[in-house]
């Protein structure tokens, strides 16, 4: 019996491909670059400043410029972190209710907690989630379990009482070793993984309120 709900953020509780988009595309006019279609950048959300900044200049990781340009990527987004991020259409609706029915629901994140919680708070959740834990808070992020079990710790539930919901492969992988349940949003970014069928989730959904199919 599922106890509750867990949501990864980018791309399965919230949109936040247009400012992560925003944020390449200011640090692109510093370097005086014409802006990147917000098509081209949203599947690469999911990689953070890494795909982006592949998408934005062609620089891997090995780039001597990466750094550099990393740092003031993190930092201009951190200037600019909730001005057109939303939660998904639907999102709301679920969480009314999860809430509704006493169900708990938390967020579990590979994102920095200097960019989670003021995010979470801007979107007026952080009295409604039961826990928030991001890429920074547990030595290891996904795909390891280890975020997932802390978050189940953290709600007082075992993990097997727990689904995880999240848009990329690491997210299910985390889910499966933390041994709880898994669904894959495809309506989120996907990243590179390919076929959201293919990644052994209990199940795919297409919109957040398909959760409850799973309850």
């Known amino acids: 019996m599922i106890r509750a709900v867990l949501f990864d953020l980018d791309g399965t509780l919230a949109d936040t491909a247009p400012d992560l988009g925003l944020a390449l595309n200011l640090l692109r006019a510093e370097s005086g670059l014409a802006p990147v279609p917000l098509?081209?950048?949203?599947?690469?959300?999911?990689?953070?400043?890494?795909?982006?900044?592949?998408?934005?200049?062609?620089?891997?990781t090995e780039h001597p410029d990466y750094p550099r340009l990393k740092d003031r990527f993190l930092e201009l987004y951190g200037l600019n972190i909730c001005v057109d991020t939303r939660l998904?259409?639907?999102?709301?609706?679920?969480?009314?209710?999860?809430?509704?029915?006493k169900l708990t629901w938390g967020v579990v994140t590979n994102k920095a907690a200097r960019f989670t919680d003021?995010?979470?708070?801007?979107?007026?959740?952080?009295?409604?989630?039961?826990?928030?834990?991001?890429?920074?808070?547990?030595?290891?992020?996904?795909?390891?379990?280890?975020?997932?079990?802390?978050?189940?710790?953290?709600?007082?539930?075992?993990?097997?009482?727990?689904i995880y919901v999240g848009d990329d492969l690491r997210d299910i992988q985390?889910?499966?070793?933390?041994?709880?349940?898994?669904?894959?949003?495809?309506?989120?970014y996907l990243g590179d993984d390919g076929n959201p069928e293919d990644w052994g989730a209990d199940g795919v959904i297409r919109s957040p309120i398909e959760v409850l199919q799973y309850l």
Not at 41 to 59: D, E, M, N, Q, V
Not at 89 to 99: A, G, H, R, Y
Not at 131 to 146: E, H
Not at 174 to 188: E, H, K, V
């Open 174 to 188: 985390a889910a499966r070793a933390a041994g709880m349940g898994a669904l894959a949003a495809a309506y989120g």
């Open 118 to 162: 003021p995010l979470i708070q801007a979107l007026g959740l952080s009295t409604r989630a039961a826990c928030v834990v991001s890429g920074d808070t547990t030595p290891r992020a996904k795909p390891a379990p280890d975020p997932l079990l802390h978050a189940a710790k953290l709600i007082g539930l075992s993990p097997s009482d727990c």
């Open 39 to 60: 098509e081209q950048t949203r599947p690469l959300t999911s990689s953070g400043a890494r795909g982006l900044i592949k998408a934005g200049f062609g620089y891997t």
């Open 88 to 101: 998904f259409e639907e999102m709301d609706l679920l969480l009314e209710s999860l809430e509704g029915r």
